[in-house]
């Protein structure tokens, strides 16, 4: 049997992401600015004050865990990981590169917290022990994300937001074969393009495309004003043959009839019809979700709407829109507290039944996982109760 130091696993871990092999999207590095909280606390630790009143002496960290989630068992305030981290930044150097099976260590010393993986006292690293038979596994996929990746990552792909002339000038279905009605994954589809995406096979021109149906608008609960159009997603279609344009005799006289490009659907979420709009696949893009507060109050903040659901509200770990994009400064990861409207009542203890407003409550909090120029989505993390359309979203205190 041999033993590799903890040291070594996280390095084996950094040049497995160098190296190129797959890697969870949240396994990016942490920012500047996350990295400058986390060498400044990692001076003295934290406040004992800070720490979450039943946070673990120990606590081993087991497959399904999350940073959000062990942040939370030890501050009161969970975004803040960068301070969790910062608590023994020597040891955990990088906050994304923390495995099952390692445990945690809460030292308390002079009024000052810190976390570390060797148990105080101690200088000994910890070790992994790795039994005698061949393996191959890339440590950097087995580190514990930031959220569930099964909650976000679907939802990359689908819902776009798109200006209101978009798709009316994207690309489109026209015909199915075999006089099919509705298309499913596996059938051929026929499509026309526009005067400004010709559906071609041609160097620099796309062959794969998202499929969308009509885009509903996005309006401000406040104001009322119409912040964009959510696309809805409905499949994937490739590019096998473009448009063309044939001449024949037909009574003796030339003929000249379009050709709509051939495409076959490679995966729908719903079936698919002739009008559906195609827009070109984007390259996957690989995001850090690295909790953290906006940097200034966050002014008249509305939950939009509830996403892929008919209920009148929203639970945990469901998804919803939000009125504020990046030209309001909202950015990936940005933590909001959610806010349920007080009850507008009668006071009957007055003798004059005045109507009076209860104040508005702290009902839990989301994070901000994809952002557009004037709408962004956010996953619920903590809720009391559902979230409705309306609710008011501040920076969390």
């Known amino acids: 049997m041999r033993t590799m130091t903890r040291g070594a696993a996280l390095a084996l871990a950094a040049a497995a992401l160098g190296s190129g092999l797959p890697a969870l999207?949240?396994?990016?590095p942490v920012t500047p600015a996350q990295r400058a909280t986390a060498q400044q606390v990692a001076q003295a630790g934290v406040p004992v004050a800070e720490l979450a009143p039943d946070a673990p002496d120990t606590y081993v960290v087991k497959r399904g865990d999350t940073l959000w989630a062990i942040?939370?068992?030890?501050?009161?305030?969970?975004?803040?990981w960068p301070e969790l981290w910062g608590m023994n930044l020597e040891q955990i150097r990088n906050p994304h590169l923390i495995y099952p099976?390692?445990?945690?260590?809460?030292?308390?010393?002079?009024g000052m917290a810190r976390l570390r993986t060797t148990p105080p006292g101690s200088t000994e690293p910890e070790t992994v022990r790795i039994s005698p038979r061949t393996r191959s596994e890339s440590l950097s996929s087995s580190a514990i994300p930031t959220l569930q990746p099964q909650f976000i990552e679907p939802f990359l792909d689908e819902p776009l937001v798109v200006e209101e002339l978009t798709l009316a000038d994207a690309p489109r279905l026209v015909g199915t074969f075999g006089d099919h009605v509705m298309l499913a994954r596996g059938d051929r589809a026929y499509a026309r393009g526009s005067a400004t995406q010709p559906l071609?096979?041609?160097?620099?021109?796309?062959?794969?495309?998202?499929?969308f149906r009509e885009a509903v608008p996005l309006k401000d609960p406040?104001?009322?004003e119409i912040l964009g159009y959510e696309a809805q997603y409905v499949g994937r279609a490739r590019l096998l043959k473009g448009e063309s344009v044939q001449t024949s005799l037909e009574n003796g006289k030339e003929l000249t009839e379009i050709v709509p490009a051939s495409m076959d659907i490679i995966g729908s979420k719903e079936e698919m019809r002739a009008g559906d709009r195609l827009l070109p696949e984007p390259p996957r893009q690989l995001v850090s979700y690295s909790p953290h507060t906006p940097q200034g109050p966050l002014e008249n903040g509305r939950v939009v709407s509830i996403y892929g659901s008919a209920v009148a509200s929203a639970a945990q770990n469901q998804i919803v829109s939000l009125n504020k994009g990046t030209r309001d400064g909202i950015e990936v990861g940005h933590v909001l507290a959610i806010l349920t409207e007080g009850d507008r009542v009668v006071d009957a203890t007055d003798g004059k039944r005045t109507r009076i407003k209860l104040p508005d409550e702290r009902n839990g909090l989301l994070m901000v996982f994809r952002t557009f120029d004037r709408v962004s989505y956010g996953l619920i993390l903590q809720i009391r109760t559902g979230v409705k359309v309306?609710?008011?979203?501040?920076?969390?205190?």
Do not use: M, N
Request: proline share 9%.
């Open 25 to 28: 999207a949240q396994t990016y």
């Open 222 to 224: 406040a104001s009322g």
């Open 200 to 211: 071609a096979l041609a160097p620099g021109l796309p062959r794969d495309f998202r499929v």
């Open 390 to 397: 309306g609710d008011r979203l501040v920076s969390p205190q």
């Open 101 to 110: 099976g390692q445990t945690l260590y809460l030292e308390r010393i002079d």
């Open 71 to 80: 942040s939370g068992l030890y501050l009161r305030r969970p975004w803040r």
